[in-house]
């Protein structure tokens, strides 16, 4: 519907405001591991705040604790360095509260998987506009060789000595078994190509968008994802005209491509589940989905008196009434 | 070819007919005509058709109609659909629900009854006032408690309330200021969404501002600001001191503050002027401010140019409000900027954020100098409304030249302005008003210029004719048809232009069925026209124009109206045009109606057939083409034919091979190519796209190794390093996509060793 005043804000001339640049993104210089693959997703979503012109002071990252989580400081935006396992949480209340911000999470497979599964969940069916990376380097990086909900069986870490004894945890196909899912994506930190146009999409996507990021950790695991980045048969590249579509010079690089539709969920199901090749690309999408925020939005602008009026007003109707025979 | 020749026979057969030459000279006017006829006096007789409305309050039509509060996109709900949705909702067959849908009739009936006295009530009112009279009829205690309970849980299903209004005299205006109304508080609730985001963001500007003060962060601040509950366990000092030496003190500017203040007291001054406008929230006891009205096009011009001095003053706030809201306010740039705002700096959205004017005209009071501001108005860019009332038609006819037209400055003030394009034209009857009030709705939020042709009736009711038949009667003979332009929809006129409301828009008159009883008893039954002559019959400025003859003088060669205009000029020859009429008593008569009338009703028909092409209703551009269109289709399919009988005995041809030069051309590329590879080869590089930015490389030697503005590696100098640095950062890149080239420095210290280690990587 015509709002003339809200048109009109938008078509503010300031012809000659100089546009960002990835530079009005850098927070502090990062103190992760040289080589570490969470500076991969930084990059990429340095670049992608700078590519939609995101207003640093109307976007936050939200983040729990562990490496992964360190990532808000490293933004010139606004962050959230939140508890273990509550970065969820907080983004639901900042978006709820301030649906005009950007707000990003992210969460390392520790902090999500484990201590923040319940929140997980939770934020999946709620299906808030958030875009939320789980950085999955399969151990506890921050608390120095932690094994991991995400490590795989027979894993000898600090805490796992003899090998770790249960299968992981598989981050996909647990968000791809939940109801309301809207958006679920996977990719890697050594591609940077994919891995920016699929944070990118999932960006775009308004809803929960969930995006599995398998981030190489040199410092405790050297060797653990080279299989993969030294063989890249063992990834299959999905693209689709409505997921995402590679450039040739890239998608050359994959012996194995699928099309893959992502308003199929049974494929998508099928591609997350355990095989010798993990999927890399859109799995899921699907923007019908209600978003929270939507069905109750709390923001109205009241003054004070006004939000104290109202409080009454409804304390009001439950006031008992001593003379009456019912109270 | 003269007369006599070219009707021969015709004529003389006439000539020869003493009873139809008697009806013709009537029908001609002559001033030898005979008198039989009568000149009907209009107060007993009415054109047939109208014979199934004579009770009209009895009927449930479109009015009285609700004119609910706060819901613009329900701004007028006739009386009866109500009713009708509170029936359908109830199960009818459940016991009792058949009691509860008389009820609700006899309710209405009631309702409607207050209403026709034109008193200006509300639903709930009326409602009540109508529900006594009802339960006052119920025969015993019983039956009254049935009914009370049923009418009082009809009353608990309605959702909205309103004044209830007749087809009156007022209706137009008044349906107009209402839909004014809701418009002007549903623009002004967004508009105050708006201003309530930017005042609160501004004074969370000042106010963090103010926590970092100095004054904000003294013990007793703090102390009082915390409450007592920590009184004990805190040590205020403590805490001011950390606070005042760990924030960053960087409070706003003198001069920004100053900006920020004023900024935001405009627009609460704003915030609060749409307040008082609009009323607040949804409340249904608070009713809104109603909306000022104009009578004259001249000065709602005048007015408008004032507002554009306030929407400078207001826009200039907002700007600023926004850039300061998002840090973006520059004082070097900004500030000679607003201080040199005018209305040159509005763009044209910002212009359409003028508030809509609202103009009422009576056709009747139309003066030269509002002729020309109208005009000025629907051509332009301005959000102004104008409602524009038509009492009588013909409007303006000058009696003495004859009944020749309905080219009036009324009639056709609506089919001008959609030929000026830019405003957004509704021309309807009060009679269907309630049916086009979502169209009146988006004439009003349109952006731009609106105009609302209205047919109304004339002040005094035609004493058979009630005001509604009167006006249903205007629309459905073609007089005063319906149709949108509403330029919002697109620049084609398929996508702007619509007849609707029309009664059989295929049609060039509705026809309807007629049953009737002849003088012998007999059910007869008719197809009969519903003309412009049916609705001008009642016009007491044409009374000389119809004459009434009695059945002893009918001929076959009388034909009915509707008949009589679908023949050509040439075919009239011989025929007497009549239209059926039926006095107080339900008896049938014939009405001549004489030869001027016939003109102005072929004029009527001519303007209708223009809408019909313009609403897409066989038009003759789309005819022609489509007719074109055959005939190429016919002479492909024919020619298709022909050839398909040709090839039969025919080889197809074969396409001769062109040379092909492809095969040579990329040999000489590759290479070339070949040997470009060859020299890059000696030079170290890095596959920037593939970087994954893990910073091993540039920490290494920033000199050598650099990021690029997307913070991915390149080499950045490749002296400026050594060969072995190059090969140990291939060595240790995590997705191996640094190559070390050749070495520059030939003296560098165990380069076989390094060439050998490099090969890996080149
Ligand atoms: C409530 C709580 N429990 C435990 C810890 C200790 N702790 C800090 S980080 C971490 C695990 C982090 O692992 P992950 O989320 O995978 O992050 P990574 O360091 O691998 O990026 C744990 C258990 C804590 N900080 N808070
Ligand atoms: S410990 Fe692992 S995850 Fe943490 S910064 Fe170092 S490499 Fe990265
Ligand atoms: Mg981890």
Redesign the interface.
């Known amino acids: 519907?015509?709002?003339?005043?809200?048109?009109?804000?938008r078509?503010?001339?300031?012809i000659?405001?100089d546009p960002y640049?990835?530079g009005d993104f850098l927070g502090v210089d990062?103190r992760w591991c040289?080589?570490?693959?969470n500076?991969?997703i930084?990059?990429a979503v340095?670049?992608l705040c700078?590519e939609e012109q995101l207003?640093p002071?109307?976007t936050v990252f939200v983040s729990g604790i562990g490496c992964s989580s360190r990532l808000p400081h490293y933004m010139g935006t606004y962050g959230f360095h939140a508890l273990h396992g509550r970065a969820l949480p907080v983004a639901e209340g900042i978006k709820i509260r301030r649906p005009d911000l950007h707000v990003f999470v992210t969460t390392g497979d520790g902090d999500c998987c484990s201590i923040g599964a319940g929140h997980w969940l939770h934020a999946i069916r709620y299906n808030m506009n958030i875009t939320v990376l789980l950085h999955d380097n399969q151990i506890y990086g921050l608390t120095k060789n932690q094994v991991s909900p995400t490590s795989p069986r027979g894993l000898v870490s600090n805490t796992s000595p003899h090998g770790a004894s249960l299968d992981p945890l598989n981050p996909l196909a647990a968000t791809l078994g939940m109801s309301n899912i809207s958006f679920v994506a996977q990719a890697v930190?050594?591609?940077?190509?994919v891995l920016y146009d699929v944070i990118e999409q999932a960006f775009h996507h308004r809803g929960l968008s969930f995006v599995c990021i398998m981030q190489?950790c040199?410092n405790y695991l050297p060797d653990h994802f080279e299989e993969y980045?030294k063989n890249p048969d063992r990834l299959v590249l999905l693209t689709h005209a409505r997921g995402l579509q590679v450039e040739e010079?890239?998608a050359r690089r994959f012996k194995h491509r699928e099309e893959h539709d992502p308003a199929d969920l049974d494929r998508a199901r099928e591609l997350s589940m355990p095989r010798d090749r993990i999927p890399l690309g859109i799995l899921y999408r699907n923007p019908e989905v209600l978003c929270y925020e939507d069905v109750r939005s709390g923001v109205e602008?009241l003054s004070v008196a006004e939000r104290m009026a109202a409080l009454e007003r409804e304390f009001d109707k439950f006031t008992v009434d001593a003379a009456s025979p019912q109270g | 070819m003269n007369r006599m020749e070219e009707y021969g026979e015709e004529l003389a057969a006439v000539r020869q007919d003493g009873r139809l030459k008697q009806l013709l000279r009537i029908h001609l006017g002559r001033p030898d005509a005979p008198s039989i006829g009568a000149e009907p006096s209009a107060s007993d007789l009415a054109p047939a058709l109208f014979s199934h409305y004579r009770g009209l309050a009895a009927l449930r039509y479109d009015y009285p109609v609700v004119l609910l509060d706060h819901d613009a996109d329900r701004c007028a709900v006739p009386l009866a659909d109500i009713i009708g949705e509170l029936i359908r909702s109830a199960n009818s067959s459940e016991p009792g629900g058949e009691q509860y849908c008389r009820d609700l009739y006899q309710l209405e009936a009631n309702i409607k009854q207050v209403a026709a006295k034109g008193t200006e009530q509300r639903l709930s009112t009326l409602w009540d006032t109508a529900a006594r009279q009802c339960l006052a009829t119920a025969q015993d205690a019983r039956r009254r408690q049935v009914m009370r309970e049923n009418l009082n849980s009809a009353r608990g299903a309605i959702e909205g309330d309103g004044v209830i209004a007749d087809c009156d005299p007022q209706i137009s205006r008044c349906l107009f200021a209402h839909a004014g109304q809701l418009i002007q508080s549903e623009?002004g609730r967004?508009?105050r969404?708006?201003?309530?985001?930017l005042?609160?963001e501004l004074r969370a500007i000042l106010e963090s501002d103010r926590m970092r003060s100095a004054r904000a962060t003294t013990a007793d601040a703090l102390r009082t600001s915390m409450g007592d509950t920590h009184a004990g366990g805190i040590n205020f000092e403590i805490l001011s001191s950390v606070l005042r030496s760990s924030q960053h003190q960087r409070p706003l500017t003198v001069s920004r503050r100053k900006r920020v203040r004023s900024v935001l007291k405009a627009l609460k001054t704003e915030r609060n002027r749409l307040r008082s406008q609009s009323g607040k929230g949804k409340s249904p006891r608070r009713r809104p401010a109603t909306v000022t009205i104009e009578t004259s096009c001249v000065a709602a011009l005048e007015k408008l140019r004032g507002a554009v001095q306030h929407l400078v003053e207001l826009?200039r706030a907002?700007?600023i409000a926004?850039?300061e809201v998002?840090?973006?306010y520059?004082e070097a740039?900004?500030d000679s900027f607003f201080e040199a705002f005018g209305v040159d700096?509005l763009?044209p959205?910002?212009l359409?954020?003028l508030?809509p004017l609202f103009v009422h005209l009576d056709t009747d009071a139309l003066d030269a100098e509002n002729r020309t501001a109208l005009i000025e108005i629907l051509s332009s860019d301005l959000p102004i409304k104008v409602l524009v009332e038509l009492r009588t038609i013909p409007d303006g006819i000058p009696m003495t030249a004859g009944p020749g037209g309905f080219g009036g400055w009324g009639t056709s003030l609506a089919s001008m302005a959609v030929m000026l394009r830019t405003a957004y034209v509704l021309q309807t009857t009060a009679a269907n008003l309630p049916r086009l009030a979502g169209e009146i709705i988006a004439g009003l939020?349109y952006?731009g210029p609106a105009l609302f042709s209205v047919y109304s009736g004339p002040a005094e009711e035609h004493p058979l004719v009630p005001r509604y038949l009167h006006c249903a009667s205007a629309l459905e003979s073609r007089v005063f048809p319906c149709f949108v332009h509403d330029p919002g929809r697109g620049p084609e006129c398929a996508q702007r232009f619509q007849i609707m409301g029309n009664p059989q828009p295929e049609e060039s008159w509705p026809m309807h069925e007629f049953s009737y009883e002849d003088a012998e008893g007999r059910a007869m039954s008719d197809e009969v026209a519903f003309t412009a002559l049916d609705f001008l019959f009642m016009d007491p400025r044409f009374a000389g124009q119809y004459v009434t003859v009695p059945s002893d003088s009918w001929h076959p060669n009388m034909v009915s109206l509707g008949e009589y205009l679908s023949l050509s000029e040439r075919h009239t020859f011989g025929k007497v045009p009549y239209l059926w009429t039926v006095d107080a008593d339900d008896v049938l008569r014939r009405v001549i109606v004489r030869r001027g009338l016939i003109m102005a009703a072929r004029r009527c028909h001519d303007m209708w057939r223009n809408l019909q092409e313009l609403g897409g209703i066989r038009n003759s551009h789309a005819l022609r083409l489509l007719e074109a269109e055959r005939e190429r289709a016919a002479s492909i399919r024919d020619h298709q034919l022909e050839s398909l009988e040709t090839v039969e005995e025919t080889d197809l041809p074969r396409a001769e091979a062109a040379p092909d030069t492809s095969e040579s051309t990329t040999a000489v590329n590759e290479e070339a190519e070949a040997e470009a590879l060859t020299a890059a080869a000696d030079q170290a590089y890095i596959e920037t796209?593939?970087?994954?930015?893990?910073?091993?490389c540039t920490?290494r030697n920033g000199m050598l190794f650099a990021y690029n503005?997307?913070?991915?590696a390149y080499i950045k100098d490749a002296s400026a390093g050594t060969f072995r640095e190059l090969v140990e950062a291939a060595e240790?890149c995590?997705?191996c996509i640094i190559h070390p080239g050749r070495p520059l420095n030939q003296d560098e210290p165990s380069l076989d060793d390094l060439l050998k280690r490099a090969s890996a990587f080149n």
């Not at chain 2, 503005?709 to 991915?712: M, R, Y």
């Open positions: 519907m015509f709002n003339p005043i809200e048109t009109l804000i078509s503010v001339t300031d000659d405001a640049s990835l990062s040289q080589r570490c693959g500076n991969a930084l990059t340095q670049k700078a207003a002071e109307k930190d050594w591609v940077p190509s190489r040199p980045i010079s890239i602008h | 623009q967004q508009a969404g708006t201003l309530d985001e005042i609160a826009f907002l700007r926004r850039l998002e840090n973006r520059d740039r900004h700096q763009t959205e910002e359409r954020g508030p939020r952006e796209d593939l970087c994954t930015s893990c910073n091993d920490d503005e997307v913070k991915q240790n995590p997705v």
